[in-house]
C-alpha cells in the first residue's frame, strides 16, 4: 500500500553535516506522526527524532541541538537535518510513518534504510 524511500546518507567527517530526506508514495489518506529511527551494528534500532500531528517533536537525548526533524505535508516528505555529527552517530537511519488509508484503517510503515557514515 505504502512505501517510504529515505536518501541523504554517505560519508561525511566529524563535525560535518548531512540532510536525509523520506518520501512516501502509495495509498495515502493522511501522514499522521513521522519519525527517524537509527541502528547500528550490534545495537538495537532506537528513536532519533519524530514528529507527530497536533503533539510536540521530541528528540533522543544523545541528538539534541543538533539534529532538527521537519516534514512538508503537500510533498508526503519527512526530513532529517544532522548538524555537529559525530562517529558514534554511525548507523543505518530508518524512516518511519504512520498512515491513514483511504479505508480510514491507520498502519505503519518502514523505508529500506540509508547508511550514515561519520569518520576521519
Known amino acids: 500500500q505504502v512505501q517510504l524511500v529515505e536518501s541523504g546518507g554517505g560519508l561525511v567527517q566529524p563535525g560535518g553535516s548531512l540532510r536525509l530526506s523520506c518520501v512516501a508514495s502509495?495509498?495515502?489518506?493522511?501522514?499522521?506522526?513521522m519519525g527517524w529511527y537509527r541502528q547500528a551494528p550490534g545495537k538495537q534500532r532506537e528513536l532519533v527524532a519524530k514528529?507527530?500531528?497536533?503533539?510536540?517533536?521530541n528528540y533522543a537525548d544523545s541528538v539534541k541541538g543538533r539534529f532538527t526533524i521537519s516534514r512538508d505535508n503537500a510533498k508526503n516528505t519527512a526530513y532529517l537535518q544532522m548538524n555537529s555529527l559525530k562517529s558514534e552517530d554511525t548507523a543505518v537511519y530508518y524512516c518511519?510513518?504512520?498512515?491513514?488509508?483511504?479505508?480510514?484503517?491507520?498502519?505503519?510503515?518502514w523505508g529500506q534504510g540509508t547508511q550514515v557514515t561519520v569518520s576521519s
Open positions: 518511519n510513518a504512520n498512515v491513514r488509508g483511504w479505508d480510514f484503517r491507520t498502519a505503519d510503515y
Open positions: 502509495g495509498s495515502i489518506f493522511r501522514l499522521n506522526a
Open positions: 514528529i507527530p500531528s497536533g503533539a510536540a517533536i
